[in-house]
């Protein structure tokens, strides 16, 4: 592993580079390095998801007088596993992740979980490494700078609840969904499903199961439609 590469893309100072490494190291690829000394992610994680939490926390707390309600659902936007996969995207951590070589070749659901873990991990390293004001910095540039586009967008809202208030208050109806497609093997399925408005196709999205290709679909929707 790069350190440098990595300390770069992420902006941090590292000292430990141990930490990094571990963070990087999912559970599956000691599976195949038995004869490596050092330690998978998970403990980092924990750490790591306590931290962001935190720092979300403080940030919603200091910067809004909303109820504990509406900063819950936003706090939830903001440290869920879709987000922090798309974080290590933006990033670009993905190329350092070191797992086993089935766990490689997951795509889609599978291997954003393992991003949006190792984020956490990163996280935990960066606080252990550096202290708190360092993993917070982090998160303030690489997570709650997302925080606009989740109020503007409406994105801590679930996207299909919303789809259909928003449906049966401009067109007075309730869509409905229905499978497009079915591919690939049983432990890496996609699904595409479209969402409808009486006969008319709106949108459509994929996703690992249908329910997850349902969000897509409406999100999308809400999009083509011009409601977000």
């Not at 924990?46 to 509406?70: I, R």
């Not at 936003?74 to 290590?88: D, F, P, Q, S, T």
């Not at 997951?106 to 390293?125: M, S």
Request: hydrophobic residues 40%.
């Amino acid at each position: 592993m790069d350190i440098n590469a990595f300390a770069k893309i992420c902006n941090i100072q590292v000292k430990d580079e141990k930490l990094y490494i571990e963070a990087m190291t999912h559970r599956s690829y000691l599976n195949e390095h038995r004869d490596t000394d050092r330690n998978h992610n998970e403990r980092l994680e924990f750490l790591g998801d306590a931290v962001l939490e935190l720092v979300v926390t403080e940030h919603l707390f200091d910067k809004f007088q909303n109820p504990e309600g509406d900063m819950t659902a936003w706090r939830a936007a903001l440290v869920n596993g879709e987000m922090l996969a798309r974080v290590a995207k933006e990033i670009g951590i993905e190329p350092f992740l070191m797992m086993s070589k089935g766990e490689a070749q997951d795509t889609g659901r599978a291997r954003n979980y393992l991003l949006a873990n190792a984020v956490e991990a990163v996280i935990g390293a960066i606080h252990l490494d550096s202290g708190y004001q360092a993993a917070k910095s982090f998160i303030h540039t690489k997570i709650i700078v997302h925080l606009d586009e989740v109020l503007e967008k409406k994105l801590y809202l679930d996207p299909k609840s919303y789809f259909q208030e928003q449906a049966q208050e401009h067109e007075g109806t309730t869509p409905h969904y229905e499978v497009l497609s079915e591919e690939g093997p049983d432990h890496d399925r996609v699904f595409v499903m479209g969402i409808y408005l009486g006969k008319k196709i709106i949108a459509q999205g994929s996703g690992s199961s249908k329910q997850e290709a349902q969000r897509e679909a409406a999100k999308k929707g809400l999009e083509a439609k011009g409601w977000v």
